[in-house]
């Protein structure tokens, strides 16, 4: 054998195994950002004139319906996230939620592509769009929710 089809040959062993462990990527993802943003949210809960307040000081419209939305946003789309159920679509608000971040409280630290990555909440946003996209993983209420009802949907009608 070459040492072409020798490379080969282990590129596809070390792949085989790392397809077999892909759930793990996603569950991380997950629990990384649930425990930044369940806290997060909470927090923001139990501090709604403050957050609104500093929603004022940003000439965000309507502060304090804002301040709530952003707050209920991230605690119970966390909850989501952690669970993993109805990922694709909780992800959607929080990551709207990041970019708002970004170009309200962020926008006058932006100089370049660098910066702009330096930030939290841009890794965040990026985040919550990789699992909008690719969904919340095989550890995931999604993922039981799913194959019950292929199991389901699969058995013979009875008449």
């Given amino acids: ?13 070390v792949t085989s195994r790392l397809d077999k462990i892909a759930w793990v990527g996603p ?4 629990l990384t950002l649930a425990g930044v943003f369940i806290p997060s949210g ?8 403050k957050l609104a307040s500093y929603f004022e000081e940003l000439h965000i419209p309507a502060p304090h319906f804002n301040a709530l939305l952003v707050a209920s946003t991230e605690f119970l789309g966390g909850i ?7 990922t694709r679509f909780a992800s959607l608000p929080l990551a709207f939620t990041m970019l708002i971040a970004i170009l309200t409280a ?11 990555a330096a930030f939290d909440e841009f890794a965040y946003l990026t985040m919550f769009l990789w699992l909008a996209v690719a969904g919340a993983g095989r550890a ?3 993922h039981l929710i799913v194959r019950k009802s292929d199991s389901t949907s699969a058995a013979p009608v009875r008449s």
Avoid: C, P, Y
């Fill in 140 to 142: 995931s209420l999604d």
């Fill in 27 to 30: 569950l991380l993802g997950r």
């Fill in 80 to 86: 989501l996230v952690l669970v993993g159920f109805a």
């Fill in 42 to 49: 909470w927090g923001k809960l139990n501090g709604l004139s």
């Fill in 1 to 13: 054998m070459s040492a072409l089809g020798n490379i080969r040959t282990f590129v596809e062993g």
């Fill in 106 to 116: 962020k926008r006058s630290q932006i100089d370049g592509f660098t910066s702009l």
